[in-house]
Every structure is written in structure tokens, then in C-alpha cells.
């Protein structure tokens, strides 16, 4: 089924068009990025810094890999104790409405309301690299100084990890709009269907 929007050889694209849909032409600003097939059919990047738009793909592919193992994991039944009262009962589905109303303790002052808090002074903390990236201090895109350690020494490995990292993450973020999706559809925990 994907080879029906993606060529089956590569090499027999025209050249200066995209890989990923051959009837467009590639579009200049992506080249020399992580995980480049051409596809940009909008054409974003001629007017956005390729930069700022690959540090928030990074973002949201890491979020949504938490995302999606968080959202299973609670309606597999894990959960963090002690639980307090009136939550034990719920799911990943049913857990939003709770948490932001005033029953049992949501609202503007309950978990979420403080979960949103918090994420924005991480936005605005996060601000400082990425603004700096896009001054030339020459950090590169999802880049915030920790874990490098774990990358290979060799280039061509490293190269290969942050592919590997985009591509999950690409999946990972289709794969959590299809969980919330099917949960909230057909009311069912995991495996939704």
C-alpha cells in the first residue's frame, strides 16, 4: 500500500523533483537535513526557517512517543499510587473530562490546569535555545545539551540514530491522533478496536 505514494526505485525520479511525491519539484531548504525525501507540498519551508520547523517536529514526534506510551499505559491499568479519590476508575478517555471540571478536584487549579503551568514555563525556558539557534549560534534543531552521549561516536551512526529517532517520531505522532481517535469512537480501551 505505501508504494503506492512512494517510488519503488528512487533512482528513477526525474532530477530536481521529490522523492517523496515525484510530480513536485524538491524543495531547495530541506536539503542536507536528517530524513530529506522532498516532501514539503505546501512549500513551508520557503517561508519558515527549516530550523525552527525541524526543532518543532522534533518536539512534537517526542512528545507524542510519551504521549502515546502514557495513554496506553493507563488504560492498561498501570497507575501511580496512592491514587487519590474518585480516580481509580478511570481511563485515558474518561480521565480529560474529570480533570479539568471541579469534580474531584480539576478545574483551573487541578492536575491539568497545573500540567499546562508547568509545560508553559518549559516552552518559554526552550525559547531561549531556539531563539538563539535562529540568531547562527549554530545549535542544531531538538538539540537542548543532554543525551549526546548516547549518540555514537561515528557520523554515519549518528546520522542513523537521529533518522531513526525522526521516523518513529513521525509514526509515533499518527500513531497518537489513531489512539485518541478510536478510543473516544468506539469507547473502548486497548487495543481500541
Same mark, same amino acid.
Request: proline share 8%; glycine share 10%; with cysteine.
Given at each position: 500500500?505505501?508504494?503506492?505514494?512512494?517510488?519503488? @526505485?528512487?533512482?528513477?525520479?526525474?532530477?530536481?523533483?521529490?522523492?517523496?511525491?515525484?510530480?513536485?519539484?524538491?524543495?531547495?531548504?530541506? #536539503? *542536507?537535513?536528517?530524513? $530529506?525525501?522532498?516532501?514539503?507540498?505546501? !512549500?513551508?519551508? $520557503?517561508?519558515?526557517?527549516?530550523?525552527?520547523?525541524?526543532?518543532?517536529?522534533?518536539?512534537?514526534? !517526542?512528545?507524542?512517543?510519551?504521549?502515546?506510551?502514557?495513554?496506553? #499505559?493507563?488504560?492498561?491499568?498501570? !497507575?501511580?499510587?496512592?491514587? %487519590?479519590?474518585?480516580?481509580? &476508575?478511570?481511563?485515558?478517555?474518561?480521565?480529560?473530562?474529570?480533570?479539568?471540571?471541579?469534580? =474531584?478536584?480539576?478545574?483551573?487549579? /487541578?492536575?491539568?490546569?497545573?500540567?499546562?503551568?508547568?509545560?508553559?514555563?518549559?516552552?518559554?525556558?526552550?525559547?531561549?535555545?531556539?531563539?538563539?539557534?535562529?540568531?547562527?549560534?549554530?545549535? &542544531? %534543531? /531538538?538539540?537542548?545539551? =543532554? /543525551?549526546? @552521549? =548516547?549518540?555514537?561516536?561515528?557520523?554515519?551512526?549518528?546520522?542513523?540514530?537521529?533518522?531513526? &529517532?525522526?521516523?518513529? *517520531? !513521525?509514526?509515533?505522532?499518527? #500513531?497518537?491522533?489513531?489512539?485518541?481517535?478510536?478510543?473516544?469512537?468506539?469507547?473502548? /480501551?486497548? %487495543?481500541?478496536?
Amino acid at each position: 500500500m505505501a508504494s503506492a505514494f512512494y517510488p519503488s @526505485n528512487p533512482a528513477k525520479v526525474a532530477p530536481g523533483k521529490s522523492e517523496a511525491l515525484p510530480w513536485l519539484p524538491k524543495p531547495k531548504n530541506l #536539503a *542536507g537535513y536528517v530524513g $530529506d525525501v522532498g516532501f514539503d507540498p505546501l !512549500r513551508i519551508s $520557503d517561508y519558515v526557517p527549516m530550523d525552527y520547523l525541524r526543532e518543532a517536529e522534533l518536539k512534537h514526534s !517526542r512528545i507524542c512517543m510519551l504521549a502515546w506510551s502514557g495513554y496506553v #499505559a493507563v488504560d492498561c491499568g498501570y !497507575r501511580v499510587f496512592p491514587i %487519590p479519590e474518585g480516580w481509580a &476508575e478511570l481511563n485515558s478517555r474518561t480521565a480529560h473530562d474529570v480533570l479539568v471540571t471541579d469534580k =474531584f478536584g480539576g478545574g483551573p487549579n /487541578g492536575p491539568l490546569g497545573q500540567i499546562f503551568i508547568w509545560l508553559a514555563f518549559a516552552e518559554m525556558a526552550s525559547w531561549l535555545g531556539v531563539s538563539q539557534m535562529l540568531q547562527g549560534s549554530g545549535r &542544531e %534543531p /531538538g538539540d537542548f545539551g =543532554f /543525551g549526546k @552521549n =548516547f549518540l555514537p561516536k561515528d557520523p554515519k551512526e549518528a546520522e542513523k540514530r537521529k533518522l531513526q &529517532e525522526l521516523m518513529n *517520531g !513521525r509514526l509515533a505522532m499518527i #500513531a497518537f491522533g489513531a489512539v485518541v481517535t478510536q478510543s473516544i469512537l468506539f469507547d473502548k /480501551g486497548f %487495543p481500541y478496536f
